[in-house]
């Protein structure tokens, strides 16, 4: 497990020549040198472990974490290659918090990755974890415009998923101020720019209330969106800006007074 941890490929080899060594046997954490190697990205310990019968290429750790998912998130795309040229390897399986090897990439921001999994028929583009955030989500909400680009190119990717929350990617990327990410959900044809989470707050609010000024003023520019829609609380994207001091804000969303005529 050190040696593969390690990337000692020359120890591998040798410990790996004894009858007595056992390839798969895991830590107290449920994690096989595999595990290890492929987390860590050593491509050439990876081939070696995947050379023998006796080892299990989609063995969880205790957190069901397989080697491709601990590969995939920390980016590692030779070795996800080369997992995924086996046929006893599921690349769309999660982890214990229904996290799928998609998801951990989008959130990391590693496009390479991403595009290899997208490339397989058997891995779901738009699979949601056990909060409800599908991979676009993930991308949102860390700000990963490359990410975003290549799931909002897709045709089985919807943009207004929302999260067990009811947040949607597009609510993440507004309360985040994340004006690229905001400006490419904005260019979809089917986005909802309303769409309350389970609190009655929309994007705009959300936005308001965090002074993300850019992201106000681009989705005040649209015509499909309420701009005095309040949340369960009656709290408009206004009154949220007005209470934390969000003085660009608030002259965005304030409309406009009359000038009083002149009495002479």
């Known amino acids: 497990m050190w040696a593969a ?15 007595d060594v056992n390839p798969d046997k895991p830590n107290v954490y449920c994690q096989t040198p595999l595990w290890g190697a492929a ?16 080892v299990n290429p989609d063995k969880p750790d205790i957190s069901s974490q397989t080697p491709l998912w601990g590969a995939a998130w920390n980016g590692h795309e030779g070795v996800v290659k080369i997992l995924l040229s086996r046929d006893d390897i599921n690349p769309d399986k ?11 990439a989008a959130e990391n921001g590693h496009e390479g990755v991403v595009k290899i999994l997208l490339g397989r028929d058997d891995v779901n583009s738009d699979n949601p974890n ?5 991979p676009l989500h993930c991308a949102a909400s860390s700000g990963h415009g490359g990410v975003m680009k290549i799931l909002l190119g897709r045709d089985d990717v919807n943009p207004n ?4 929350w009811g947040q949607t990617p597009l609510l993440h990327a507004g309360k985040g101020g994340d004006e690229e990410v905001v400006k ?19 994007p705009l ?10 992201v106000v003023k681009m989705l005040l520019e649209r015509d499909d969106l ?8 009656g709290r408009t994207p206004l009154s949220c800006a007005t209470y934390y001091g969000r003085t660009a804000v608030i002259a965005l969303l304030q409309p406009p007074t009359s000038a009083t005529p002149s009495t002479g």
């Open 161 to 164: 998923t929302p999260d067990m």
């Open 226 to 233: 309420n701009p005095d829609k309040p949340d369960k609380w």
């Open 184 to 202: 490419m959900l904005l260019e979809q044809d089917d986005i909802n720019l309303d769409n309350p989470d389970k609190y009655g707050q929309t």
């Open 94 to 104: 999660p982890d214990m918090r229904g996290q799928s090897p998609l998801s951990r």
């Open 130 to 134: 056990q909060a409800g955030r599908t």
């Open 39 to 54: 987390r860590n990205g050593h491509e050439g310990v990876v081939k070696i472990l995947l050379g023998r019968d006796d």
């Open 5 to 19: 941890l390690n990337g000692q490929e020359e120890v591998v080899k040798i410990l790996l020549g004894r009858n």
């Open 205 to 214: 609010l959300c936005a308001a209330e965090n002074g993300h000024e850019g």
